[in-house]
Nanobody, 125 residues
Framework: QVKLVESGGGSVHAGGSLRLSCAAS????????MGWARQTPGMAREGVAA????????YYDSDVKGRFTISWDKVAKTLTLEMSDLKPEDTGMYYC??????????????????WGQGTQVTVSS
């Protein structure tokens, strides 16, 4: 059974940085799309970044490209999201996710089946 556990959320001022981590277990995660999505109250969940483990390819939503960096440690099975130059609109609950259908990847949150419980990120102005 796939399990995803996020950590690293917190509160920062605008312009600050945070690192989110996701410990993944229960699968090899080979040729798998691993991603991060975020959600604010009253809004739909939106994908922000994805990493395809089969080719070390990365994908980003236009709102975060250049500010966020996603990476995957295949030995530790840990997904990381480095966030810099944070803005108040980056505030939300951040979820780690996996698309277990293999051999495909995008940041579209509708493509992910496995989800973590989330970690809160708050950016104040």
């Amino acid at each position: 059974q796939v399990k995803l556990v996020e950590s690293g959320g917190g509160s920062v001022h605008a312009g600050g940085s945070l690192r989110l981590s996701c410990a993944a277990s229960g699968d090899t995660f080979a040729s798998t799309c691993m991603g991060w999505a975020r959600q604010t109250p009253g809004m739909a969940r939106e994908g922000v970044a994805a990493f395809y483990t089969g080719a070390d390819s990365t994908y980003y939503d236009s709102d975060v490209k250049g500010r966020f960096t996603i990476s995957w440690d295949k030995v530790a099975k840990t997904l990381t999201l480095e966030m810099s130059d944070l803005k108040p609109e980056d505030t939300g609950m951040y979820y780690c996710a996996a698309d277990l259908r293999r051999y495909r990847c995008s940041v579209d949150e509708r493509d992910f089946q496995a989800w973590g419980q989330g970690t809160q990120v708050t950016v104040s102005s």
